[in-house]
């Protein structure tokens, strides 16, 4: 459990990198949902796929920083309830660092429930809890409004998360294969 | 998309709030969005946003540059105004503790006075922000901004991470750009004539090659970040930090009294986040 | 202990933990102070990692099996830790984009001092004095983005300097710069080593480049050992470099054509310091022999461009009226510098963008309203690197992917990935993860699914950027082999070996502007065209003028020629 939260030069490059990614597919790839003028954030596919490579601290602050930066740059200023949710979910999306076997090239049925339910957990803590309290908090909205928004929200995040999080991660582990054991056919 | 695109529009012109160093900067937005944040008194969101506009002109930004994020906020607050009404219709009463009625609409929902003046109140407190947070973003260095997280308590790691994203975030688009590109020439349809079920795929033709290219660059960065001495100490100094001027105490002070009464106002005026014109 | 010795191996060793093999295997070596060392060998020697043990990323970031002894300034370097390397040994790295982590060139000068603590006020002063020494303290305030390929490179230069460090690192320091730059790049190094006796370590595979200037010692690395630790002179007069997979100096390749001995008193290790007296006559009765080749391109034009101009931003325009005529079956390279409007020409060939002005034609018929896809079916668009367009973790479906997003039946899509394994060599491999093959296999598989869409046209960006001598001769020979299956080729490069051997044909930019459409030999010997597009003259040119040989072109031309029937042979 210690090493979570162990931060190395690696981890900072990592965060670096991942949120320019975040705020690029955060501001720009959204794939449109069946049901008009709403769309999954593929986002929260790469946020979660770098929270399980190198821990919640990347996680969250690069859904934090992605999230900040791509609402100031629509906005002119970050929406703070959402983005401290979005940090939440990236934080706890790193709860799946070391609970899998991607590093060493595996990614099969026990590891994608493993993810999966670590990352609809974060997702429903982050939409149906922090998003709407906050909301309240800060902005005094209502209550019924923030709660219907963060439900679906978090239904959104978690399909989102889950589709482009698992594939890549199957992807990810298909790089991992180990050599030598192929013989041409 | 060209080679020399930068994150922000961000200009170097010379005026007292260019001047101002990224750190005070940073503070007073934080500072005055918190103000705005707290107060639900129209009297101080407007005087907040009076404020905040004239610092705007001050700072010489134009309105072209600005245009597409009002467009955004704008549609942004109308459709929260819409929606907040059909959910919660009471929400003023609730607030204000009473009731005047102006009219009976279809569904048993009522327009009242109090609705109006609370959904009122918070369009004018959601668009006060927005002008402090461009004038934040279009005036300060983007060199400095690393810096002032530092200064102000954030971990200096956390900060260069910040620093890392704004000085990899226009090659991650101009990659994506080309990877999107040659992806279109092999078939990929990224439009809405994808069935959706092929839309996740379909993203994904363009997310792994970014995102495992991004990977192998995480090694060398860090590589060659750990072979100039980063993370060796528990603090690092910024090449960027400037020293504090008059200016910067005056600016501090401003934002800070603006801040302190509207909390005041607050606490001793209204008792409560609320103004309430209906007692 | 002797005191000049700043770094020595003894029976050193070192296996990388996901290796089989060790990677260096028992290197003995010992560096003196102020010396100027060039470290070359082929991929997968050990060079790199022979680089890594020096500036402490072995055994500190990457970890395996360390035995013997490796003592930097007399203290063994497992005892210390990356930060005291660093002090020592400065490194400056191939990709000058990864090096750059600064916002502007003033940041990242000041890179190691943040990480020290210097205050902000002394380190103004510090950053200003090592970017003076680069030649960079006007452009402190500029973004990488408006820096070339040697300006960033400077800027690490500085970046390491500033540290006042005893030993200089450079890991590949051409890989990444067009020719001029490059020469530029390694004038710089040897101002530096004059000026500062620092010691100076150069990793590179390109030899002749490297000896552009004066060299101490070159080390000779292949299969983790040393082969050869020599001055420059007596190694290219062996026969070492071929047989360990170095390219040896055109020059040197010719002399040898001509039945010149090469021995280390012609002085050959750099083209400056040759003594040809001895060889002239030969090389005069060699090259007299060559039988003058004409070549005319009988077959109709496949890809045309017609006064064609072009802008991003309706103010600046990037291309300038070009216009030439490709026909079928060519190999063509286009080449000029950075921004010289290369990328863009590829650009409006695959439809990502259209032209303002003038129309481009395939076989006379015009494809401005082609959509992307369509001209994809034409006109194929190979990436420089494969990770841009690998994005299924198995060949087939890899090479299967343009057909399936046409939605072609299944049926006939096996059929078609089949013969575009075949073509590409593949077929051993078809069942293979992509993640198990090598950079030029995977380069293959990228060719390969461009090639199962069956385009007439085949552009490729640097094809073999960063490749050794072995891997840019497959890539290209392959190149060849597809070409005689009536693609035309054309390759986007700045790479001179790559022009002269194997593209007859050079289109040259600069500025947006053709300046030349010519064949190689001429525009590598055109001193008006090699400037303007950063190139740089090819040696052959120097040893015919050397030599006494009128009509360098011809020269130049002869060699390819002959070298061209010697491979046919």
């Known amino acids: 459990m210690k090493d979570h939260f162990k931060v190395n030069t690696r981890t900072i490059v990592a965060t670096g990198l991942g949120a320019a990614i975040f705020t690029l597919l955060f501001m720009y790839v959204k794939v449109p949902s069946p049901v008009p003028e709403t769309s999954f954030q593929t986002a929260y596919g790469l946020s979660a796929f770098f929270a399980t490579l190198f821990g919640p601290i990347a996680g969250a602050l690069i859904a934090f920083i992605g999230h900040a930066l791509s609402d100031a740059l629509q906005y002119g200023s970050p929406w703070w309830s959402w983005v401290i949710a979005s940090g939440v979910s990236g934080f706890i999306f790193g709860f799946a660092y070391k609970r899998t076997k991607v590093e060493e090239g595996e990614f099969k049925t026990r590891d994608i429930v493993t993810f999966n339910v670590i990352q609809a957990i974060g997702n429903v803590v982050a939409w149906v809890v922090v998003a709407p309290v906050l909301d309240i908090l800060i902005y005094q909205e209502p209550v019924n409004l923030v709660f219907t928004q963060g439900i679906t929200a978090a239904i959104m ?15 990810y582990a298909a790089t991992r294969a180990k050599k030598g054991s192929l013989s041409k056919g | 998309m060209n080679a020399k695109m930068k994150l922000f529009s961000y200009n170097t012109a010379d005026t007292p709030v260019h001047r101002l160093s990224g750190l005070t900067k940073l503070i007073c937005f934080l500072l005055l969005t918190f103000a705005v944040m707290f107060s639900y008194d129209i009297r101080v969101i407007f005087a907040v946003m009076i404020f905040s506009v004239a610092i705007l002109r001050l700072s010489q930004i134009r309105f072209s540059q600005i245009r597409a994020m009002i467009v955004y906020v704008l549609v942004f607050v109308v459709a929260n105004a819409i929606i907040s009404f059909f959910f919660s219709p009471e929400e003023g009463v609730k607030i204000y503790g009473s009731r005047h009625n102006i009219v009976n609409l279809y ?36 060199s400095e901004f690393a810096s002032s997280l530092n200064r102000i308590g954030v971990n200096y790691k956390a900060a260069f991470a910040v620093a890392l994203t704004l000085r990899y975030f226009p090659d991650m688009q101009r990659e994506y750009h080309d990877i999107s590109q040659a992806q279109q020439a092999r078939g990929l349809e ?3 004539k994808a069935k959706f079920a092929d839309r996740f795929k379909n993203s994904l033709l363009i997310l792994i090659p970014l995102i495992f290219l991004s990977l192998e660059r995480v090694e060398t960065i860090s590589n060659a970040m750990d072979l100039r001495g980063f993370s060796k100490n528990d603090t690092r100094t910024w090449y960027t930090s400037r020293k504090f001027a008059r200016a910067d105490y005056v600016a501090l002070a401003v934002s800070a009294l603006i801040t302190i009464g509207t909390v005041y106002v607050s606490v001793f005026v209204n008792h409560g986040r609320f103004y309430n014109p209906f007692v | 202990m002797d005191e000049r010795v700043v770094i020595e191996f003894q029976d050193f060793s070192f296996q990388y933990f996901s290796q089989a093999e060790p990677t260096l295997n028992r290197i003995n070596l010992k560096i003196y102070r102020g010396e100027k060392i060039l470290i070359v060998g082929p991929s997968g020697s050990g060079k790199s990692t022979l680089g890594h043990c020096l500036n402490g990323l072995i055994p500190f970031a990457y970890k395996g ?49 943040e990480n020290d603590n210097v205050p902000t006020a002394e380190m103004r002063e510090r950053v200003k004095k090592a970017a003076a020494m680069v030649d960079m303290q006007n452009l402190l305030g500029s973004s990488p983005f408006e820096l070339s390929g040697g300006q960033k490179q400077r800027v690490s230069l500085a970046g390491v300097m500033i540290d006042d460090v005893d030993i200089l690192l450079f890991d590949e320091p ?36 490297a000896l552009h200037r004066g060299i101490d010692r070159v080390i000779l690395i292949n299969d983790g050992r040393i082969i050869a630790d020599k001055n420059p002179h007596d190694l290219v007069s062996s026969p070492l470099l071929t047989e360990n997979g170095i390219r040896e100096p055109l020059y040197v390749t010719a002399l040898k054509y001509a039945g010149v001995k090469v021995a280390s008193d012609m002085r050959p290790g750099h083209i400056a310091t040759l003594q040809v007296d001895r060889a ?237 459409d010519t064949t190689a030999s001429m525009a590598l010997t055109d001193s008006r065209v090699i400037e303007e597009a950063n190139l740089k003259e090819t040696s052959l040119f120097q040893l015919s003028r050397l030599s006494g040989i009128e009509g360098g072109a011809r020269f130049v031309q002869g060699f390819i020629d002959y070298e061209r029937r010697l491979k046919a042979r």
């Open chain 1, 157 to 171: 995040n978690t399909i989102s998360a889950g589709v482009i999080g698992t594939l890549l991660l199957i992807a």
């Open chain 2, 107 to 142: 569904g048993g929902y009522k327009l009242t006075w109090e609705q109006i003046f609370y959904q009122i109140t918070k369009f004018f407190k959601y668009f006060s922000v927005i002008p402090f947070g461009i004038i934040f973003l279009l005036t300060t260095n983007p």
């Open chain 2, 190 to 192: 990224l439009s809405h």
């Open chain 3, 65 to 113: 099996d360390m035995r013997g002894s490796l003592k930097i300034n007399g203290v063994e370097t497992r005892e210390q830790n990356i930060f005291k390397l660093s002090k020592m040994v400065g490194t400056v790295l191939q990709d000058t984009d990864a090096q750059f982590v600064g916002l502007t060139a003033g940041e990242d000068i000041a890179f190691a001092l």
């Open chain 3, 174 to 209: 051409l890989a990444n710069l067009d020719p001029a730059t490059g020469k530029a790049a390694i004038e710089i190094i040897d101002e530096l080593h004059k000026k500062s006796q620092k010691t100076i370590i150069i990793i590179e595979h390109r030899l002749e480049d």
């Open chain 3, 280 to 516: 002239r006559e030969a090389l005069a009765a060699w090259y007299n022999a060559i039988p003058l080749e004409r070549r005319e391109y009988a077959k109709p034009s496949v890809l045309k461009m017609e006064n064609v101009s072009f802008s991003y931003d309706g103010l600046r325009p990037v291309l300038n009226d070009i216009n030439f005529d490709i026909r079928e079956g060519e190999m063509v390279s286009i080449v000029g510098r950075n921004g010289a409007g290369k990328s863009t020409l590829s650009k409006l060939l695959c439809g990502f963008e259209k032209e303002d002005r003038g129309a481009i034609f395939y076989k006379g018929e015009n494809i401005r309203e082609k959509s992307i896809k369509e001209r994809a079916e034409i006109i194929g668009l190979v990436m420089q690197n494969p990770n841009q367009m690998i994005s299924k973790p198995m060949i087939r479906d890899e090479v299967a992917l343009g057909l399936r997003l046409r939605n072609i039946p299944e049926e006939q899509i096996t059929g078609r990935v089949e013969k575009a394994l075949n073509i590409c060599g593949l077929s051993p491999f078809k069942d293979w993860p992509i993640s198990a093959l090598s950079f030029g296999q995977k380069k293959r598989v990228t060719i390969a699914s461009i090639l199962a869409l069956e385009p007439k046209i085949l552009i490729l960006d640097e094809p073999t950027a960063g490749q050794d001598f072995r891997h840019y001769t497959e890539i290209m020979e392959f190149l060849v082999e597809i070409n005689k299956l009536d693609v035309t080729i054309i390759l986007i490069t700045h790479d001179m070996h790559l022009m002269l051997e194997y593209t007859p044909r050079a289109i040259v930019l600069s500025g947006g502007r053709m300046i030349a």
